[in-house]
């Protein structure tokens, strides 16, 4: 496993594509692969040149919605030819983790999907649904992962049941699911209702928590993996908790004036607008006497008290924004000017608001 610069002041340039250079990408899949049931554009193609040129894929959702049966027929389906044993959920994480713990045929109150259960119940314990009645028989532990048919009926058992001293595990804290419609409620934005109601806490066992990236890694026996993910909170932190490179793509969740604020085990290792940043090389930002510059732009250091960085320069905004983290990440300021009319375009293509 690699263990060069980790959450760095900057992100690293690399002379050959990421494929060429590393022997497995562990990809997550929601914003990355496909959003829903709609593949991300280019994702299966650049995914096949990936391979082509020698990269093995493996694949990390935190997503516990459907079986690895279940997401390896949808990856197929969208081009993306893949076998299940390639694929770790957080369902099966967090069955491992409940089975690690419970006594078997313990019942555990399931506020997911049937996927989830399944995963539950191949652990050999009882997985059972939200009990009609406040009297009914108790459970040892409450398990909680997306479903889109999680309703106010699930989420009530769940708040009874840990107020009652249940063990409450969630597969994962993702706030948000991406969408083509943007960011939908996810996974965490349902965990917040137990919390919020109970007061209580869950343990969390997808990503950030690193058994997942862990696991994948074991099973592919990599040498020299590079995680790909679109959120900063999850890939990222996972890769830097395992000790991977990483590339954030920012075909999910993740926009670019996220990055600059990110703290140092939010960074990245590489910056992808997509899944084709797999087969390019990537540019370096070099540090200047006076600020940081990546191909034809440069970002300058703030001369007086209170300024912002302040960039100028052409060509692609990724470049821009390179060079953009370099100074925000050595600096953390996330103020960011324009110096002149095509850094004034750069910024507003980014979306970043221009200070
Ligand atoms: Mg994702």
């Not at 002041?9 to 829903?36: E, H, K, M, T």
């Not at 894929?57 to 197929?76: D, I, K, M, W, Y």
């Not at 398990?143 to 009874?160: E, I, K, M, N």
């Not at 732009?297 to 008290?305: G, K, L």
């Amino acid at each position: 496993m690699s263990t060069g610069s980790l959450s760095g002041s900057a992100l690293l340039g690399s002379a050959r594509p990421p494929a060429q250079l590393y022997d497995v990408a562990l990809l997550d899949l929601d914003g990355v692969v496909y959003l829903g049931s709609t593949a991300v554009p280019g994702a299966a193609a650049h995914l096949a040149a990936a391979v082509g040129a020698g990269m093995r894929l493996g694949f990390v959702t935190n997503n516990a919605a459907r079986s690895p049966q279940q997401v390896a027929e949808q990856l197929t389906r969208l081009g993306v030819p893949a076998d299940a044993s390639l694929v770790i959920t957080s369902a099966q994480t967090a069955a491992r983790v409940l089975a690690e713990r419970l006594p078997p045929g313990a019942r555990v109150l399931v506020v997911g999907t049937e996927a989830l259960a399944g995963e539950v119940r191949q652990r050999g314990l009882l997985p059972v649904g939200p009990p009609a009645e406040s009297t009914a028989e108790p459970v040892a532990a409450v398990v909680q992962g997306y479903s889109p048919d999680t309703g106010w009926r699930d989420l009530a058992a769940a708040c009874r049941a840990v107020r009652g001293g249940a063990w409450w595990v969630a597969s994962n804290a993702d706030p948000t699911v991406p969408s083509v419609d943007g960011p939908l409620p996810g996974n965490g934005a349902f965990v917040d209702v137990v919390r919020a109601t109970t007061g209580l806490e869950p343990s969390v066992t997808g990503k950030p928590e690193p058994s997942m990236h862990a696991e994948c890694l074991d099973r592919m026996k990599a040498r020299r993996p590079l995680v790909v993910g679109d959120r900063l909170d999850t890939d990222i932190e996972g890769a830097s908790r395992v000790g991977c490179h990483s590339m954030i793509v920012l075909t999910g969740v993740t926009r670019p004036v996220d990055l600059l604020g990110a703290p140092p085990p939010h960074r990245p290792t590489y910056l992808g607008a997509d899944l084709g940043a797999l087969l390019y090389a990537h540019p370096e930002v070099r540090r200047l006497p006076a600020g940081w510059n990546c191909l034809q732009w440069s970002v300058a250091e703030p001369r007086h008290t209170g300024d912002g960085l302040a960039l100028a320069g052409s060509g692609d905004p990724l470049d821009a924004l390179r060079a953009l983290c370099a100074g925000a990440w050595e600096t953390g300021l996330t103020a960011v000017g324009a110096a002149d009319a095509p850094a004034e375009q750069a910024l507003r293509r980014l979306g970043i608001p221009i200070g």
